[in-house]
């Protein structure tokens, strides 16, 4: 079984503060990950990386950004949290190659910025 | 750019009935998937269903099935015999072999 996990599942954090949310995945997938979720909009890309070192704007990615040392890893960082940014966040990958491959999903992360 | 539209934010649907999802589709790449998930109360994202655009055959899964008008744009999801345990939100995704992009959802419950 393809297991992806995220570092924690409730965050609180302070407005201004540094957050780091962790994605680890075990099946040695290229493609990961990092969306939000907010009631009524479904899901948004924020970012995504296709090999270690790189990435790739999403959607939104203002005021994140995102690190992938390590194929297993991709972390998404708010420089300065902001209420705005309280939302659900999921990280999720995928193999690579062909359109057929559905992405596996971490348990989400629920980050409340105060 | 892609896009997904789901026109329904709420359905019902009573216990061991049919439903239907609608979801509508815009692309300009001639390749790509369309994907159904479903997140239950507890959070998780599960895949369901996989319909790819060059298939000539709609997708089936168990008591799922894809119902795929590529003319139209079209590929709702079928769920014969409701469940319970079918009440959940259920996301609509295209995608194109890297990227990604979901619809807003549809929020399903199933009454006994």
């Known amino acids: 079984d393809v297991k992806v996990t995220q570092s924690s599942r409730y965050l609180v954090k302070r407005t201004g503060e540094k957050v780091f949310l962790e994605c680890v995945q075990d099946?040695?997938?290229?493609?990961m990950f990092w969306y939000r979720q907010d009631p009524g909009l479904g899901l948004r890309l924020i970012y995504f990386?296709?090999?270690?070192?790189?990435?790739e704007k999403g959607d939104i990615p203002e005021g994140y950004s995102v690190s992938r040392e390590k194929k297993e890893r991709f972390s998404l960082i708010l420089e300065s949290a902001s209420t705005n940014q309280t939302s659900m966040y999921l990280c999720?990958?995928?193999?690579?190659?062909?359109?057929?491959?559905?992405?596996?999903f971490g348990p989400g992360t629920r980050l409340t910025v105060t | 750019a892609q896009k997904i539209t789901q026109t329904q934010p709420g359905m019902f649907v009573q216990e061991k009935e049919a439903v239907t999802l609608d979801c509508t589709y815009d692309?300009?790449?001639?390749?790509?998937?369309l994907f159904w998930y479903k997140q239950p109360s507890s959070g998780e994202m599960i895949f369901l269903i996989y319909?790819?655009?060059?298939?000539?055959q709609n997708a089936t899964e168990g008591r799922y099935s894809l119902n795929f008008q590529k003319a139209r744009k079209s590929a709702n999801l079928v769920i014969s015999a409701s469940q319970l345990g079918d009440s959940a939100m259920y996301f609509c995704?295209?995608?194109?072999?890297?990227?990604?992009?979901f619809g807003p959802g549809t929020r399903l419950s199933v009454l006994p």
């Open positions: 999720a990958s995928k193999f690579t190659t062909g359109v057929s491959y559905e992405q596996y």
């Open positions: 099946m040695d997938h290229e493609n």
């Open positions: 990386s296709y090999d270690v070192k790189m990435k």
């Open positions: 692309t300009s790449d001639p390749s790509y998937g």
């Open positions: 319909q790819g655009s060059y298939d000539q």
């Open positions: 995704a295209i995608g194109d072999g890297q990227n990604f992009v």
